[in-house]
């Protein structure tokens, strides 16, 4: 069973940024997908952000398009997700997420791995 842990979040004022990354290891196979996601206090989790290994194709949720970025470094077995102009709204804990077992990638339960999360907290 392969490990995911995720670093970089922290409290920021509106309008900036922030790098968040997701180490993994110790997955047998290549990892086809992977996501982060955001939690926030009394909410579901919610996709934010998917990469696929074949071509690098991405996936957004529609409220970050344009500020967020995801990238992954398969040397460094790495995801990135790049964050700017942040909003109060992107107030949450993110985590990332591998092992898909198919269907649609912003769907939490399409994954078998998560890491531990980091708390990302934007404020006005």
């Known amino acids: 069973q392969g490990q995911l842990v995720e670093s970089g979040g922290e409290s920021v004022q509106a309008g900036g940024s922030l790098r968040l990354s997701c180490v993994h290891s110790?997955?047998?196979?290549?990892?086809?997908?992977m996501a982060w996601f955001r939690q926030a206090p009394g909410k579901e989790r919610e996709g934010v952000a998917g990469?696929?290994?074949?071509?690098?194709?991405?996936s957004y949720i529609d409220s970050v398009k344009g500020r967020f970025t995801i990238s992954r470094d398969n040397g460094k077995n790495t995801v990135y997700l790049q964050m700017n102009s942040l909003k109060p709204e992107d107030t949450a804990r993110y985590y990332c997420?591998?092992?898909?077992?198919?269907?649609?990638?912003?769907?939490?339960?399409?994954?078998?791995?998560w890491g531990q999360g980091t708390q990302v907290t934007v404020s006005s």
């Open positions: 997420a591998a092992n898909f077992v198919g269907g649609s990638w912003s769907d939490p339960s399409r994954y078998k791995s």
């Open positions: 110790g997955y047998k196979y290549s990892i086809n997908l």
């Open positions: 990469i696929f290994s074949g071509g690098g194709g991405t």
